[in-house]
Every structure is written in structure tokens, then in C-alpha cells.
């Protein structure tokens, strides 16, 4: 069985790349691994930090462990660049841990798409900046 055609397909324009990325901010948003896991390929490989998944079990695990630890999760992406099947994004979030500690993790991230529009690989660079909650901007 294929997946799905997830449009925008490449080769990205800018119009299409900035949708591309917007949709990405939506589901991931949307805290729900099952949907968010559905935008990768089946085998899709990821560098999340110091950590390397493959597939998209291992991607569905790692997000609904990543929303146990990070509470009241919310993203905003960018539009960094865009190339054929290729995007970069820089992006912020913002999330407390089970202390009530309040976090905003900076980072970029290059994604790669195979023909049906689906995320084949994804690197990701993160750094953490404790903050007050009364600091946060995303909410």
C-alpha cells in the first residue's frame, strides 16, 4: 500500500513551501502524534537533537513521549529557504515541564520530501532557554 499524496508536492515554490510549512505548525500543534506522524514516509529518517529515529513508529513513540514531558506545547515555524524537494525552517516553541518550569526551545530544521509530498528525512537543531512564565510569547 502507497501513502497518500500530501500536497504541496515538490518542487516547492514559495507560495507552496510556506504552506508546506504552515501545515507542518498546524499539526504539530496539534499535539496528536497519530496526525503529525502521517506527514513522514514510512522509513523516514530524523535527528532530533541528539537523538536518531527511523520510521514512523519510532517518530509517533517519540512525539507522544516528547508531549508527556512537554506541557502546553505551542509552535510557530518560518520559511528559512526552499529548494525542489527541499525546505528549512527556523522555529521557536514554547512549553512547561511537570515542575511548572517554564521552557522556549530555538532551533532550525531541513526536511526533505519524496515525490508524494511526504517528509523522507528531517534534521533538527535545538537549544532550551528556561524562561518566567510571564516571558512567554506564544500562547
Known sequence: MTDAARPPLPPFTEESARA???AAEDAWNSRDPERVAL???EDSVWRNRDRFLTGR???RAFL????RRELDYRLRK???AYTGNRISVRFEYE???TAARWWRSHGNEQWEFDGNGLMSRREASIN???IGEA???LH
Not at 507522544?64 to 508531549?67: G, I, L, N, P, Y
Open 95 to 97: 512549553w512547561h515541564d
Open 135 to 137: 516571558d512567554r510569547r
Open 78 to 80: 518560518e520559511l528559512w
Open 128 to 130: 532550551d532557554v528556561r
Open 39 to 41: 506527514a513522514y514516509t
Open 64 to 67: 507522544a513521549d516528547k508531549w
Open 20 to 22: 508546506k510549512v504552515q
Open 57 to 59: 513508529a519510532e517518530i
